[in-house]
């Protein structure tokens, strides 16, 4: 049994229908659990910076989602709002339509959130979709991530035909660079699979399903 699972979940909420009373409760819930952090789409960013002030629980928004496929300079704009709303983490959709038609534009794109994020004493976290890349895909784009100075390579927007696998852990776990994190999300919902997902590499576990977690954690 993996020790205090609280310590790896982003306790997301990412709906489009959401609305004041669910971050409320998402931000009650993750100080109720102790939750590593929380995920809010980027129009509430602000205020669960001031429910959130201070605790040590990191808030992280989301860029260019959930296609990802923006001009650079429309993300870029999002994460200078967000940083000044109050997020302290960016989850930056990859431009995959860019990638797969062999352009080098992904990583510079990358490049360039990075620096920015790390300006402002921010991490970046990039969402690839692995659902949308062939292994020798996944192998690129992991290795694309390292190079341009990411924090995290995530898994999934949560919005595509599956979320997170081992499969796709364990390919970019042995692809990344040793100061790149993985964050694992989409379809994980109980204590046994992000059980799993840890004892494969990962390092963050995005979810929805965080309380329902902890409770079957304190129950078993």
């Not at 409760?25 to 129009?43: D, M, R, S, T, Y």
């Not at 109980?190 to 929805?208: D, N, P």
């Amino acid at each position: 049994m993996i020790a205090k699972p609280n310590s790896y979940i982003e306790h997301t909420n990412l709906r489009s229908d959401l609305i004041d009373r669910d971050i409320d409760q998402l931000i009650g819930e993750a100080k109720n659990h102790l939750f590593l952090g929380v995920c809010v789409p980027p129009f509430w960013v602000k205020k669960a910076s001031r429910e959130l002030k201070g605790s040590t629980i990191q808030l992280a928004t989301v860029i260019g989602f959930p296609l990802g496929y923006q001009r650079t300079e429309s993300k870029i704009h999002e994460m200078e709002f967000a940083i000044s709303d109050g997020a302290d983490e960016l989850d930056l959709v990859m431009n995959i339509s860019a990638f797969k038609s062999g352009m080098s534009w992904p990583k510079i794109e990358m490049a360039k959130a990075a620096k920015l994020a790390h300006e402002h004493g921010k991490l970046l976290k990039v969402i690839v979709e692995t659902a949308l890349l062939s292994e020798d895909e996944l192998v690129q784009v992991s290795k694309i991530v390292s190079d341009a100075g990411v924090d995290f390579i995530k898994t999934s927007t949560g919005f595509s035909s599956r979320g997170a696998s081992i499969r796709d852990v364990k390919i970019m776990k042995a692809n990344i660079s040793a100061n790149v994190g993985i964050k694992a999300s989409g379809g994980i919902r109980t204590l046994a699979q992000l059980q799993t997902f840890l004892e494969a590499g990962v390092e963050r576990i995005g979810t929805s399903s965080g309380v329902s977690i902890m409770n079957e954690y304190k129950n078993g």
